[in-house]
């Protein structure tokens, strides 16, 4: 069924009419034109398609668009501000963290999430946080280091 739905993506109110099950990841790559989140395996198991939805990590692949209805949506396009990257995006490039690239937009809206809550998270604590985001090329020691990284940086401020 067909329904209005309004929400904030990063930081634009969007509203669309669309059918209330149709998954997040469709409306946002398809219908917006964000193709920073990535479809992986479709059943929320890799986390690809990684998107926040009011600061929380969300399988797009799989929530339904009516579930976003009155919240804010953060994809990786919405961190950077100004032009200038998030300190997250800018330790990925800085420690060659993106082999491929693909596994990269939800592994950095995972941190984030991780960082938010937990300034300065230990080598395990960031293990465990982001042990559900799969990278085929093998690319952990350095999404680990960008992390550490990121969080070195952003310890003498708020995170954004």
Same mark, same amino acid.
């Given at each position: 069924?067909?329904?209005?739905?309004?929400?904030?993506?990063?930081?634009?109110?969007?509203i669309?009419?669309?059918?209330?099950?149709?998954?997040?990841?469709?409306?946002?790559?398809?219908?917006?034109?964000?193709?920073?989140? +990535?479809?992986?395996?479709?059943?929320g198991?890799?986390?690809?398609?990684?998107?926040?939805?009011?600061?929380?990590?969300v399988?797009?692949?799989?929530?339904?668009?009516?579930?976003?209805?009155g919240?804010?949506?953060?994809?990786?396009?919405?961190?950077?501000?100004?032009?200038?990257?998030?300190?997250?995006?800018?330790?990925?490039?800085?420690?060659?963290?993106?082999?491929c690239?693909?596994?990269?937009?939800?592994?950095?809206?995972?941190?984030?999430?991780?960082?938010?809550?937990?300034?300065?998270?230990?080598?395990?604590?960031?293990?465990?946080?982001?042990? +559900?985001?799969?990278?085929?090329?093998?690319?952990?020691?350095?999404?680990?280091?960008?992390?550490?990284?990121?969080?070195?940086?952003?310890?003498?401020?708020?995170?954004?």
């Amino acid at each position: 069924m067909k329904r209005s739905i309004q929400f904030n993506l990063n930081g634009k109110t969007q509203i669309l009419t669309v059918e209330e099950s149709r998954k997040l990841l469709w409306v946002i790559r398809s219908d917006l034109g964000l193709t920073g989140c +990535k479809y992986g395996c479709g059943r929320g198991y890799c986390g690809a398609c990684t998107v926040l939805v009011n600061n929380r990590t969300v399988r797009s692949c799989i929530y339904p668009i009516s579930f976003v209805d009155g919240k804010e949506v953060v994809t990786i396009e919405g961190l950077a501000k100004n032009g200038k990257l998030h300190p997250l995006q800018k330790a990925f490039v800085d420690h060659d963290a993106s082999q491929c690239g693909y596994c990269s937009p939800g592994m950095i809206l995972t941190a984030y999430t991780l960082l938010l809550n937990n300034k300065r998270p230990s080598y395990d604590e960031i293990i465990h946080h982001m042990d +559900k985001n799969l990278c085929r090329c093998g690319s952990h020691t350095r999404i680990v280091r960008a992390i550490q990284a990121a969080a070195r940086e952003m310890n003498t401020g708020e995170l954004r």
